[in-house]
């Protein structure tokens, strides 16, 4: 078993290393760190040396191929006991076993060993039928007819009866035929159809699904969106959905009948010739078995398939989004107010100062029905001036063009130097608003003005506030409610730790959601250091959080290099620089003859310098040459320089739009088909992934992310179902398609709030916008 285990290790290491085209000892050298409970950003940026320099991404790919293959491995070795326990172990048999690449062709093999049910072939095996179908298989001179006169008996009353139980055995010998189902999949893979259809009498309450009521296209190049679209559809009880093999194939016996009759020898039938009685037989058992047993096996795999495909494509698709608003660029540190639109509720305010602390809130009613602009003027005009407001950040919801007007007139009434008013999502903030952890960091304050102290601070640094948020709620993927919820949330996760320790932490001034998702952090770790922090006053050193009871060295080692302190006693605290490595940082500042503070940011002298005389028995080139970049650029922070979409005036309303207008905006959400962009209407329009650029795009993430600001031009506007086209193209043919994207020829149920809703029209995008799905 010892051997067994080592033999799969190695298997593993293999596979992962040729997947990620890395050598079996970079491979090897990571999965032992995981298995220690380092995590991927200490791994990816500290351990290089014994990595080999893996990078975030494709270590990211090992640790859920390395979960992935270890559950084969396991499921290989179970299997092997197994038939090994029923003594029905052999040599080849082993070998398939041990070459099966996937779960699936390893359960195919295992089929006829697995115990189960007692089916119409084992009750004719019991009736002593065994022998008649395999004198049929392997004798074709004899009518099959005559030998079942053999077999009669009590519990075989005659020749149909035996015929029957005959070809039960055959069906099921045909499907426990693992080489022979291997092809038949493949086949079905390159060559089945996707088949939707309505349910009767499903017509008006299904109209969402109106496009696939009869619907078709290749099982293969079935995109994600369009999938889960119909999977909802038929859980929902709208549409049906089948997997078609050979539908439109002519001739009586279809191309999967011919492939299981050749694996048997079975003739077919000659032009203008009748068969023999016993390929006639067979032939009709071949028929049987595929279209009673082997295609229903077959069909079910695939659409399992067809959904864990569709996942990880909705899957990857929300985790890029949800990385691009995490990493969007922070406003900064400045004393900032947040407004939370509302007509009948009014508009919450809260104001915050540099560091998120909440200074003070109100609410007011500028809106129907009290209308008291005047007075919802004056308490903002009293709050900025009072606190020195240079930020104001308003929420794209409900009225928010409105109170981004009452801004506006604000702003422009006020002496002096006025603030800059921003318009933010605001999506997942109600959710955050109501939990508990919201009541926790802000008790005593009403549930609605959270939303405007959630508001401020993800305008002035969108990743310290939006770690608070479940990813899921933040709503930029597509049918994220469709997928499977743990693997999503796995997903999201990553994402959210990858972001957090690529930006890094400010040990003295971050909640405990921040410091939950660095490295090494626990939530109970990360409150055990707040609480330290508020009792003991702000971590001179990242060496104090030793101090934090139950965190120890190894937590330690995992967390510090991504936890900074400004101002503190040790200069490279405010750096990414590790506490392990300072000693070689320190030799880089003796060799320069400088003090360190003065040698932090001087980008000639240390560029100078061959990274090579640093270097030692525990530390390479890549950790002194990340020490040096991070000396010239200390404490650098990844995300990109701020700007906002600039909202055109008097365009406030899907009303106002008409094709042909130049606008900005910026980017809600990015799907495979194409970006969602926020223009200030209240609806986002859609630019289809053919109007993305004067050329071919495969990937409307190669294009644009969440949070870009990008100027696009209207193309059609749909004001009954409220949908807006839009387009980044530059080229003479604004309004027409791209003749390297053809379009695609169906859409998805609506499943977008109402405040996100884009355009299908009628005209010239109207094809291509026909596959817009509308996210949920």
Known sequence: MAQAVADADSRIIKTIAAEIKARPEQVNAAAALLDEGATVPFIARYRKEATGGLDDSQLRDLEERLSYLRELEARRLAILESVRGQGKSTEALETKILGAATKAELEDIYLPFRPKRRSKAEIARERGLGPLAAQILDDRTRDPALLAQNFLSEAVVDAKAALDGARDILAETFLENADLIGRLRAYLKSNATLRARVVAGKEDSGAKFADYFDHCERWANAPGHRALAMLRGRNEGVLTLEIEADAESPGPVKPAEIMIAEAYTVALPAPGAAAGPADAFLLDAVRFAWRAKISAHLSLDLMNELRERAEAEAIHVFARNLKDLLLAAPAGARPTMGLDPGIRTGVKVAVVDATG?????????????????????????????????????????????????????????????????????????????????????????????????????????????????????????????????????????????????????????????????????????????????????????????????????????????????????????????????????????????????????????????????????KFGLPTVRDILAELEKPGRDPRPQFKTAAFAEGVDDIKDLKPGMMLEGTVTNVANFGAFVDIGVHQDGLVHVSQLADRFVKDPGDVVKAGDVVKVRVVEVDLKRKRIALSMRKDAAQGERSSTNPPENRSAPSARPKTQSHAQPQGALGAALSDALRRK
């Open 357 to 617: 602390k909440i200074l003070e809130t109100a609410t007011v009613y500028p809106f129907q029905p009290r209308n008291d602009v005047a007075g919802a003027s004056r308490a903002l005009v009293r709050l900025i001036t009072a606190h020195g407001v240079e930020l104001i950040a308003i929420g794209n919801g409900t009225a928010s063009r409105e109170t981004d007007r009452l801004a506006a007139e604000v702003i422009a009434a006020l002496p002096g130097s006025k603030p800059a008013k921003v318009v933010v999502s605001e999506a997942g903030a109600s959710v955050y608003s109501a939990s508990a952890g919201a009541a926790a960091e802000m008790p005593g304050l009403d549930v609605s003005l959270r939303g405007a102290v959630s508001i401020a601070r993800r305008l002035q640094d969108p990743l310290a506030e939006l770690v608070k948020i479940d990813p899921k709620a933040i709503g930029v993927g597509q049918y994220q409610h469709d997928v499977n919820q743990a693997k999503l949330a796995r997903a999201l996760d990553a994402v959210v730790e990858d972001a957090v320790n690529a930006v890094g932490v400010d040990l003295n001034t971050a909640s405990a959601s921040l410091l939950s998702r660095v490295s090494g952090l626990s939530a109970a770790l990360a409150d055990a250091i707040v609480t330290r922090r508020e009792s003991g006053g702000a971590f001179a050193s990242r060496r104090d959080i030793l101090l934090v009871p139950r965190l120890g060295p190894r937590a330690f080692e995992l967390c510090a290099g991504f936890l900074r302190i400004t101002n503190g006693t040790e200069p490279l605290d405010a750096s990414s620089v590790h506490p392990e490595a300072y000693g070689i940082a320190r030799k880089i500042v003796a060799a320069c003859g400088r003090d360190l503070r003065s040698l932090m940011g001087d980008s000639a002298i240390l560029k100078s310098l061959d990274p090579a005389r640093f270097i030692d028995e």
